[in-house]
């Protein structure tokens, strides 16, 4: 049967409006607030620029955590947002509505504000951890952890709705594992690995004006893409036929949705509810301007982390994490390329941006230790260093009488496309950083490119086609 077009999305018209709101608000309050930061110590200076010695060092300031404004504004319109979610259940109750045509009045959906205020639990957490992490500087093995627990909320949510832990096996594996296999309980971990993974993740490709939010605008407006895909469009047409002295109407075409290819109303309210936190956090996104090159405003971690954790809690309760993950294609990339460093193998500096070059006003590859690294490496350093200069993403500096590795070029995507491009300014490489979603799709489908400033938006159009084109030859759903 046909969708009707959605009740609730009146809901969503309201969560258009609120996204204006918070539009306004962060173009007017980032700037403003500014100096505010400053005076509360809540700065930093660009690692990446020279600065005159005679301008005295405050002048050469840059407010930093400008993220909290937008973290701020954003829940708050999330929250102002609660009752227009549930005008329609609402207006029932006031109206003490009574079942009609065969249709039973529903009770409170007291399951859909549980996931709804769950969530908003978790961007709290997320909030409160970036800005510690911005005053305080906190260790990796110390914030690593708060994500999972800031995600036991979701879960708990997820479980009461006896939440699927089924997933699809790929085709080629289906002989060995059937159509589907139940995880149970790793569905969880994985799902709390997930938190944790898109909060840092965006936190770890930065240094680089513009780099954290252009990178996160870019996964939210393929997010909410993908969700508009999932709503009922209505591409038919009807002809009332009382115009012809007959009282029914001649209907062509109808609703359309890949939620209804689904059959599945639920899959449609799914993606509405990913579309209410969507829009607001790319709304409160004009703070790019200020953070593009040359930087007027860092997002600090605490943007990242607000940005990271509502990917999460749109992926966990809209039930798309693969998809999402597929959006994330460059940030797993780089975590991975990042392992040996946060886990300890290879010496981590504080910053592992690249090192600017004044004279030339060039980035190159930045070096893990200043002059070598503090002891040799141990045999596993030594193997994981060498495949991954091997597969060119580090280059190696060795002890010209004994060859042993002394020091490697830091483990970060920015470095390596240093390295395989050559030098650039910051403004380009923020720019191959963008492209570099597409040029990571496209060594994974083992496709051909080079690249061109095109590339940002035929990334996400990729990440389409292989979720609905490619991902037909690995899976038939
Ligand atoms: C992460 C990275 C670190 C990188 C840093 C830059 C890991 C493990 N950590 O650390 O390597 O150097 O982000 O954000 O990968 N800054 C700029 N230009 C920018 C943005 C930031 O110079 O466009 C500098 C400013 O001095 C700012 C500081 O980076 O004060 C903020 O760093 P912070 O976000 O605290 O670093 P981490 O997230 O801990
Ligand atoms: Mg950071």
Aim: net charge neutral; hydrophobic share 45%.
């Amino acid at each position: 049967p046909l969708l009707e077009p959605l009740p609730s999305i009146p809901a969503l018209y309201s969560s258009i409006g609120f996204s204006i709101f918070a539009f306004l608000a962060t173009i007017y309050l980032v700037p403003a607030l500014g100096p505010t930061f400053i005076k509360a110590r809540l700065s930093g200076r660009d690692l990446l620029k020279v600065y005159d010695s005679k301008i005295p060092r405050e002048e050469t300031l840059i407010p930093e955590s400008l993220g909290l404004v937008c973290a701020s504004i954003y829940i708050l319109s999330l929250i102002l947002f609660i009752p227009f979610a549930f005008t329609t259940p609402i207006l029932e109750q006031i109206n003490g509505k009574k079942p009609q045509q065969g249709i039973t009045v529903v009770e409170f959906p007291h399951y859909q504000l549980s996931v709804y205020l769950s969530s908003l639990l978790s961007l709290l957490v997320a909030t409160i951890l970036g800005f510690l992490d911005d005053v305080f500087d906190i260790r990796w093995r110390h914030k690593l952890p708060i994500p999972i627990i800031a995600s036991i909320p979701l879960l708990m949510v997820y479980y009461a709705e006896h939440g699927n832990t089924n997933v699809v096996v790929p085709l080629p594996l289906r002989f060995i594992f059937g159509t589907l296999i139940n995880l149970g309980p790793l569905y969880y971990v994985y799902m709390s690995l997930l938190s944790t993974f898109s909060t840092n993740s965006i936190n770890i490709l930065a240094g680089i004006n513009g780099s954290e939010t252009s990178q996160a605008l870019i996964i939210a407006l393929s997010v909410i893409l993908n969700d508009l895909l999932y709503l009922p469009w209505p591409i038919g047409f009807r002809i009332p036929l009382h115009l012809l002295g007959n009282h029914t109407e001649l209907e062509f075409g109808g609703v359309w949705s890949a939620g209804m290819a689904h059959g599945s109303r639920e899959l449609v309210e799914r993606h509405l509810f990913s579309l209410y936190f969507m829009l607001p956090l790319v709304a409160c996104r004009p703070h790019v301007l200020n953070c593009r090159y040359p930087a007027r405003a860092f997002p600090g971690d605490t943007l990242c982390y607000v940005t990271g954790m509502a990917f999460a809690v749109v992926g966990i309760q809209a039930h798309f994490s693969k998809t999402l993950l597929l959006f994330f294609i460059p940030q797993i990339f780089n975590f991975l390329l990042s392992c040996p460093q946060l886990f300890g193998l290879v010496p981590c500096p504080r910053h592992r941006v690249p090192r600017f070059d004044a004279d030339t006003n060039l980035l190159h590859p930045s070096k893990a230790s200043e002059i070598q690294f503090p002891k040799p490496p141990t045999k596993l350093t030594t193997i994981v260093l060498h495949t991954l200069s091997l597969l060119g993403l580090t280059e190696l500096v060795k002890d010209p009488n004994t060859g042993v590795i002394t020091n490697s070029t830091n483990l970060t995507i920015l470095n390596v496309f240093l390295l395989r491009f050559g030098p650039m300014n910051e403004k380009r490489l923020v720019q191959v950083l963008i492209c570099s979603q597409v040029c990571i799709y496209i060594t994974t489908v083992n496709c051909v490119g080079s690249l061109n400033p095109a590339f940002q938006i035929a990334g996400s159009l990729l990440a389409f086609f292989i979720r609905y084109g490619l991902a037909g030859l690995i899976y038939d759903g």
